[in-house]
């Protein structure tokens, strides 16, 4: 299924779901009100989906969980949330990580 | 007479709320171009043709979820698992959505439609406060078309010229990571309970213990288990306010 026409049906369901999903309450105009109880559940949704996507990436290294004071990628991570909760700048926190794993891996051995 | 100057007095603002919308929208494209770049270079890493990674920026247009769009491409998992964890990452949409509805609601459906279809982190987060403060004037909808449009055009460039410089960026800059720090960058500031610090920490815990589950599902059954978790521990809320 992984071919040409799969791509792009899967790319089709995956910008009509995104496309329903902004549109949802948007489409009801004033019919559809968000209930306290599916409003409590959507909160949550943001962090832990993005907490999801961060956590692999900061702490695994070649396939493996890494939570050594050597693993270049946890020590960047934990200076760009420093910056990140001082600054609140989505910039700030790139720049700063990204020099900081740069050097991490320097001094660490250049580990990629 | 007084119907061609009403329309020229309408025209006027809503040409001077887009501009403004635009003007909101410019100091987020510092964080959303690089993102865009990095998404084009990624997408080819991952096996997917020049034509996929361009189109899924309009057809898709979520910056995330188009990164684990191609991660998951590129580790052969099925399309079904695909479109679910796209639609689950792009989840929170949701709540952008019930959050401008009330501003919409008397739009005609064309403009409901395009701004459904503009409505991203950033677009909603530069437009919120002009809805929220700003005066309920009848063209106010042009300056979310304003941000959402600017963070469109951005996204659409920025991911070609992504794709052009493809291989021109060597791994070891490990331009990829500035994904995770984008996501580090939202996700700290916007905790502000003690269930939502549950809902990330179990996320992330799950994140790392269900690595071995088929088809990368361990994203969807960290943040089921994140969200669960978090609605779990409501009652640790009580007396907060910023917590870390």
Request: include cysteine; charge should be positive; proline fraction near 5%.
């Amino acid at each position: 299924m992984n071919s040409e026409l799969g791509l792009n049906l899967t790319l089709l369901a995956c910008g009509l779901l995104t496309f329903l999903t902004r549109f949802s309450f948007i489409a009801g105009g004033r019919r559809l009100a968000l209930g306290p109880r599916l409003q409590a559940l959507l909160r949550y949704v943001p962090p832990a989906v993005l907490a999801a996507l961060i956590a692999p990436e900061v702490f695994m290294r070649d396939a493996a969980l890494d939570l050594s004071p050597g693993n270049p990628r946890l020590i960047a991570a934990a200076v760009a949330a420093v910056v990140a909760l001082r600054t609140r700048s989505v910039t700030l926190t790139i720049g700063v990580g990204l020099v900081t794993l740069w050097v991490a891996q320097g001094l660490l051995g250049g580990a990629l | 007479m007084t119907a061609p100057a009403e329309f020229g007095a309408h025209e006027a603002s809503a040409r001077a709320e887009f501009v403004a919308g635009v003007k909101a929208e410019l100091p987020l494209l510092l964080g959303v171009v690089p993102f865009g770049l990095i998404f084009g270079v990624l997408g080819l890493a991952a096996g997917l043709p020049a034509w996929a990674v361009i189109a899924m920026s309009s057809v898709v247009f979520g910056g995330s979820s188009q990164v684990v769009f191609a991660q998951l491409w590129g580790a052969q998992v099925p399309p079904a698992v695909i479109t679910a964890t796209v639609g689950v990452v792009n989840l929170r949409h949701a709540l952008y959505s019930a959050s401008v509805a009330q501003y919409l609601r008397d739009l005609p459906l064309r403009w409901r439609v395009l701004l459904a279809y503009l409505l991203t982190d950033e677009a909603y987060a530069a437009a919120i406060p002009r809805f929220a403060q700003g005066p309920a004037t009848p063209a106010r909808h042009w300056f979310l078309f304003g941000t959402g449009f600017t963070l469109w055009a951005s996204w659409q460039v920025s991911t070609v010229v992504g794709v052009l410089m493809g291989a021109a960026i060597p791994a070891a800059w490990s331009l990829d990571f500035s994904i995770a720090l984008t996501f580090i960058a939202l996700l700290l500031p916007g905790i502000r309970r003690r269930s939502e610090l549950v809902a990330a920490l179990v996320a992330g815990a799950v994140a790392l213990a269900a690595q071995g589950l088929p088809h990368k599902l361990w994203i969807i059954a960290a943040a089921v288990a994140g969200i669960a978790a978090g609605a779990a521990s409501r009652r640790l809320d009580k007396a907060v306010h910023h917590e870390q």
